[in-house]
Nanobody, 124 residues
């Protein structure tokens, strides 16, 4: 069992920045791939970014490339999402998730544990 707690969401103006954090507990965090997903009102949840256990494999959806940065600190059992140049269309609930297994991220495999989410609102 893995517990995930997100923090760092809030209200920000377009062009601003936020840093999301996700603290993990319960199992060996450093063995697993981690990801960030988001769900906007009336839309399905979508992939944002993922990072392998070693931080060598990093993936982003096209709409956030160059603006968002995913990173992790295995000593602190925490994964981060630095979000810069935020746009109103980034408004969503952001979820942290774990993919157990080899530690590499496999998009088709799905995620195994999810946090409760943190709200990000970007005003125009």
């Amino acid at each position: 069992q893995v517990q995930l707690v997100e923090s760092g969401g809030g209200l920000v103006q377009a062009g601003g920045s936020l840093r999301l954090s996700c603290a993990a507990s319960g199992r060996t965090f450093s063995d697993y791939a981690m990801g960030w997903f988001r769900q906007a009102p009336g839309k399905e949840r979508e992939f944002v970014a993922a990072i392998s256990w070693s931080s060598i494999g990093i993936f982003y959806t096209n709409s956030v490339k160059g603006r968002f940065t995913i990173s992790r600190d295995n000593a602190k059992n925490t994964v981060y999402l630095q979000m810069n140049s935020l746009k109103p269309e980034d408004t969503a609930i952001y979820y942290c998730a774990v993919q157990t297994g080899s530690g590499s991220y496999y998009p088709a495999r799905g995620m195994d544990y999810w946090g409760q989410g943190t709200q990000v609102t970007v005003s125009s």
